[in-house]
């Protein structure tokens, strides 16, 4: 059996950290454990050792706990194999479909995720109720940015390919807390979105650990990333930029809609 624990970091970037822990062995892995302190004491509460560290790119803001949780816990650290030169200290560098085992019960494959940087991955646990550790690539509600190294039309190319592979039911466990922003931008373009809307009341009232677990069919009716074909999308693009022909493909408007949320 797989177990998530989610933590967050409170600061002013709305850090997500996870360990992802096996009943059986009591090992765990911390996924971008920027506040490595939090996920030890996190991982101690329980019982766990933390014997394994994943980032999913080489954003300070990922990596930048390593060092302390590693000589805290004697834990390897595994990456992306062309981002280990730039994080430095990785023990293991991963590639698409490699598998990252956790103790007897815990498995995660990796995702080849380029798009917001173009050494970045994914994690997705195979289980009964799947879960996809996106790192920076996906948000709830979002999408990452391109400007610390990345590319739109490759984030696009991303973003449909994990349209096309993940069930409905995968719970979404995002690098960041960047909900109520988010929803904010899809009712920029979407006014008419009611479940945004309501979704946006809520989380207005909630801190990143209170907020929902979203999974891939929330995503597609709340992420304005995920409704390329929506005609109020479109609509809506082609007053902010009129030269986006009238039936647009589904990679005009994604890069639309990347420009926009830049500067929005």
Same mark, same amino acid.
């Given at each position: 059996m797989i177990i998530v624990e989610r933590i967050w970091a409170n600061n002013p970037l709305r850090n997500y950290h996870y360990l992802v822990?096996?009943?059986?062995?009591?090992?765990? @892995?911390a996924i971008d454990p920027l506040d490595w302190q /939090?996920? @030890?004491?996190q991982a101690q509460a329980h019982g766990w050792r933390i014997t394994q560290i994943l980032n999913t790119h080489e954003h300070h803001d990922h990596i930048g706990g390593n060092d302390a949780l590693v000589r805290a816990t004697g834990a390897r650290? @595994?990456? %992306?194999?062309?981002?280990?030169?730039?994080?430095?200290?990785v023990d293991r560098g991963l590639r698409a479909g490699d598998v990252v085992r956790v103790g007897h019960s815990a498995e995660l494959e990796c995702l080849d995720t380029p798009g917001h940087t173009m050494a970045h991955l994914c994690a997705l646990a %195979?289980?009964?109720?799947?879960? @996809?550790f996106s790192g920076?690539?996906? &948000?709830?509600?979002?999408?990452?940015?391109?400007?610390?190294?990345?590319?739109p039309e490759t984030l696009f190319r991303t973003c449909s390919a994990l349209l096309a592979r993940l069930a409905p039911d995968t719970r979404l466990y995002p690098g960041h807390d960047y909900l109520l922003n988010n929803l904010g931008f899809t009712l920029h373009?979407?006014?008419?979105? /009611?479940?945004?809307?309501?979704?946006?009341?809520?989380?207005?009232?909630?801190?990143?650990?209170? /907020?929902?677990?979203?999974?891939l069919a929330d995503e597609l009716r709340l992420n304005t990333f995920f409704r390329l074909a929506e005609p109020t999308v479109i609509e809506g693009l082609r007053t902010r930029f009129p030269t986006l022909s009238v039936k647009p493909n589904h990679r005009?408007? &994604?890069? /639309?809609?990347?420009?926009?949320?830049?500067?929005?």
């Open positions: 822990a096996c009943s059986e062995s009591g090992e765990a @892995l /939090a996920c @030890l004491q650290v @595994l990456a %992306h194999a062309d981002a280990a030169a730039r994080i430095g200290g %195979h289980a009964d109720a799947p879960a @996809l920076d690539t996906l &948000f709830n509600a979002g999408v990452g940015n391109c400007r610390g190294g990345g590319d373009i979407e006014p008419d979105n /009611a479940e945004a809307a309501a979704r946006r009341e809520l989380a207005r009232t909630r801190n990143g650990l209170e /907020a929902p677990l979203l999974t005009e408007v &994604f890069l /639309a809609l990347r420009q926009l949320r830049n500067s929005w």
